[in-house]
């Protein structure tokens, strides 16, 4: 089976909307469509007709763009079953252990709450993507609007389960502000060092810095490593919980 073809949309200021097509059975997810009028563009120049939009969450700038999609296509609107008074459209809910085909791919789905109470993620283990919305971003997560750090440090948890070289498309490009956070609270960590050089080299050339890998994140997120030790040590919680080194990262980060 051949992987998805995947294609990023930048919208807005720092939005990602995502185009993943399956050649095999020539079908087009939509992840998170901030608005239509980008996306129905670029579906058409690739000749891609669009079957599927796919929702992590309910916030405008991830499902703006669902009613005028759907009117324009006649595609099935996939969402959170937790979640679904607050998801336009939504034809098909899904939670925690479900898979959904688009086509002939699947999608494994994670709830992951904590950005929100109904996030949640599609994994698609044969293409090593991983559309995860506002949960992770490269170098960062999402704030705390409606989830507890406990909630958020679970969900971050499910993907750091997942295989190293899964890619990671985030819903923005926040990377370069995630970076200059980072280094605070793991000032010891080269390999880090090095992954802000590249990301200020993406950026003044103009290039996304995603997506990255679960692999990257695993080594140089502060947010997926809240049980290093080093971490906990410099927010000065050395021996602590994960969760409350999670908490005092996130806390940090919201007043950075």
Request: proline share 4%.
């Amino acid at each position: 089976m051949a992987a998805l073809e995947i294609h990023q949309i930048p919208v807005w200021d720092d939005n990602y909307v995502y185009l993943a097509h399956d050649a095999a059975s020539a079908s087009t997810a939509v992840i998170d469509p901030a608005e239509a009028e980008t996306v129905l563009k670029a579906a058409e120049a690739r000749g891609w007709n669009i079957t599927h939009i796919l929702n992590t969450h309910h916030h405008p700038d991830h499902v703006g763009g669902n009613l005028e999609i759907k009117q324009a296509t006649g595609c099935t609107i996939v969402g959170a079953r937790s979640d679904a008074g607050r998801i336009p459209g939504i034809d098909v809910q899904v939670g925690e252990g479900d898979t959904y085909e688009m086509g002939s791919a699947t999608a494994k789905v994670f709830d992951v709450p904590g950005h929100t109470s109904g996030h949640i993620a599609y994994w698609f283990e044969e293409s090593d993507a991983l559309f995860c919305g506002d949960t992770l971003f490269a170098l960062g997560c999402g704030r705390l609007f409606e989830g507890t750090a406990e909630q958020m440090w679970r969900s971050l948890d499910k993907f750091r389960a997942l295989p190293g070289t899964t890619r990671v498309y985030c819903a923005h490009e926040y990377t370069q502000a995630n970076a200059r956070f980072a280094v605070t609270v793991d000032p010891e960590n080269a390999t880090l060092a090095v992954r802000v050089g590249e990301i200020d080299r993406l950026r003044a050339e103009g290039r996304p810095t995603v997506p990255s890998t679960i692999a990257e994140e695993l080594a140089t997120n502060p947010f997926m490593r809240a049980d290093d030790d080093g971490i906990a040590a410099t927010v000065g919680l050395a021996g602590a919980d994960p969760v409350a080194i999670f908490a005092e990262v996130r806390g940090r980060k919201d007043r950075f």
